[in-house]
């Protein structure tokens, strides 16, 4: 089992910044890909950003040149810088990991940003 905890959520205003974190911890070897999914209000969860072990990252198109993904494999942590948000980046950010192609999720922390 993986275990995965965020933080880093919050109020900001449009134009702000947030880092997103989350931390791993359980049977962490071989955790491929580490990533952020989003959920808003009537919404289905949506990818965010990802990151697989190899290095590949993948966003959505909604956060391109916004948001950066990054992994400390010391810490067993992974990031989500989130820059010049939109009102419309404000929902649930749940941290997400594979392991063996299994998959696991974190509780979600709200980021609402304010117009």
């Known amino acids: 089992q993986v275990q995965l905890v965020e933080s880093g959520g919050g109020l900001v205003q449009a134009g702000g910044s947030l880092r997103l974190s989350c931390v791993a911890s359980?049977?962490?070897?071989?955790?491929?890909?580490m990533g952020w999914y989003r959920q808003s209000p009537g919404n289905e969860r949506e990818l965010v950003a990802t990151?697989?072990?190899?290095?590949?990252?993948n966003f959505a198109d909604a956060v391109k040149g916004r948001f950066t993904i990054s992994r400390d494999y010391a810490k067993n942590t992974v990031y989500l810088q989130m820059n010049s948000l939109k009102p419309e980046d404000t929902a649930v950010y749940y941290c997400?990991?594979?392991?063996?192609?299994?998959?696991?999720w974190g509780q979600g922390t709200q980021v609402t940003v304010s117009s």
């Open positions: 997400n990991a594979e392991r063996f192609y299994r998959y696991y």
């Open positions: 359980g049977s962490i070897s071989n955790i491929n890909i």
């Open positions: 990151l697989a072990r190899g290095g590949a990252a």
